[in-house]
């Protein structure tokens, strides 16, 4: 593509673009019809968040290998095998529900699909710099972003509409296509080669010392050591909370599934939001007020969530919650890409995803097993308040500071 040529003139970037803004609006489906499953053949919330738990935990273990796997072998083939995988993994759900009901299936399936979809999102992470110059790598971040969190605006809709009419297998039969679309478009486009650098020292004593590059590369940053820490207790108190919401819409409101899926499109469009407003929003305020003034906020959201009576105060708190978690998350992901060697990255993005959600299993069965046990209310009033603590916690650590990219506190 010629310098300064629009990205869209870039056939491979397009190629991309479009077919993971495809997958991510395919992905919305299973968001929706994987709880709508569970729920309609055991009406138990807390099932719904053992699945959750249980796929994290994969996805969790998945993350100790993948950065390593991603440095080491073809990026392009390794997303396209993990699009096939999960292709065939959710296919077999719609075939075998044909035939009953089959809830131990999706303990299967999706605990295998979160584990290879976390191999496949580090490596796409660091394939982006093989499809666009380095001068375009934010523009084109940005892109993939925007179209992605504006997929989920349609995405949980249409899951709603199709769960509705036709039944969640079919909405799950349709994540299942969106992933071969993905596939294709990788297969139509092509990476260029990065060059690899020599192997560190303790890189070269074993395999080990390479899997922990990218810890030891957290731990040594004072900034990216406590946004991993704080991060780890947010998703804790969050991951769950989409089995915690429709269960609230489902069982305490008396929602149809369609409201479900209006809710999650209104909770997408919060996504949309905060992905347009972080650029502005970071640059006047600087990364700390940024950062910590969306967790506080996301913490009030979730009280909202909480309390609220009907869809649309459902939809708006949820809206609001997503939109300040992307603000929050964009921040400490653009400042991860700042301070890391580009031969680091793979394996700081895996280890930093690793201990993130190391939590979030056990956090996601204590969440729906509160809400089944003691009321959505109570669950989402602590979880909320837990939330203001941890940005109230965040002022006494170097997350604080506006610019810490500048100031060497990363180092």
């Known amino acids: 593509m010629a310098k300064g040529s629009p990205l869209w003139r870039d056939r491979d970037f397009t190629v991309f673009w479009a077919s993971q803004t ?10 929706i019809a994987v709880p709508l499953l569970v729920l309609h053949v055991t009406g138990s919330v807390a099932q719904m968040g053992l699945l959750t738990g249980l796929a994290s935990a994969a996805s969790v273990a998945a993350g100790v290998f993948a950065g390593v796997l991603v440095d ?17 993994l959710y296919g077999v759900v719609p075939v075998a529900w044909a035939f009953g009901p089959k809830i131990w299936l999706l303990y299967v399936v999706l605990p295998l699909s979160e584990a290879i979809g976390m191999v496949f999102q580090v490596a796409y992470v660091t394939a982006v710099r093989g499809l666009v110059d380095a001068d375009r790598i934010t523009e084109a971040n940005g892109r993939l972003y925007a179209t992605a969190a504006a997929a989920g605006i349609g995405g949980p809709l249409l899951a709603g509409v199709v769960a509705g009419w036709f039944g969640p ?14 596939a294709l478009g990788v297969l139509l486009i092509r990476l260029r080669r990065q060059p690899a650098p020599p192997p560190s020292a303790k890189e070269a ?29 947010f998703i804790f108190l969050t991951l769950g909370l989409t089995d915690v919401l429709i269960y609230h819409l489902k069982h305490d409101l008396g929602q149809s599934d369609g409201a479900v899926g209006v809710v999650l499109a209104a909770a997408a469009l919060g996504t949309v939001a905060g992905s347009l407003l972080v650029g502005p929003v970071r640059r006047r305020l600087g990364f700390g007020a940024s950062w910590i003034g969306a967790i506080a906020v996301a913490g009030l959201a979730i009280v909202g969530l909480g309390v609220s009576t009907g869809v649309p105060v459902a939809g708006a708190a949820a809206a609001a919650y997503l939109a ?68 109230f916690a965040a002022f006494f650590t170097p997350i604080r500071q506006q610019n810490p990219e500048l100031s060497g506190a990363t180092g």
């Not at 895996?350 to 993130?356: C, K, L, V």
């Open 72 to 88: 080491r072998l073809d990026r392009r083939r390794l997303l396209i095998w993990c699009d096939v995988a999960r292709m065939a």
């Open 205 to 233: 004593r074993g395999p080990w010392h390479e899997l922990l590059a990218g810890a030891r590369f957290l731990w040594r940053q004072p900034v990216l050591r406590a946004l991993t820490v704080l991060l780890s207790f």
């Open 169 to 182: 297998t079919a909405a799950v039969a349709i994540n299942a296509a969106s992933f071969g679309v993905s």
């Open 324 to 391: 300040c978690v992307s603000v929050a998350g964009i921040c400490s992901m653009s400042l991860r890409q700042q301070v890391t060697p580009d031969h680091l990255l793979g394996r700081v993005t895996s280890a930093f995803w690793t201990i993130h959600f190391s939590l979030g299993p056990a956090g996601a069965a204590v969440l729906t097993w509160g809400a089944q046990s003691h009321g959505v209310e109570v669950v989402c009033l602590l979880a909320g308040a837990a939330c203001l603590l941890i940005a």
């Open 22 to 31: 495809l997958s991510v609006a395919g992905d919305s489906f299973a968001l």
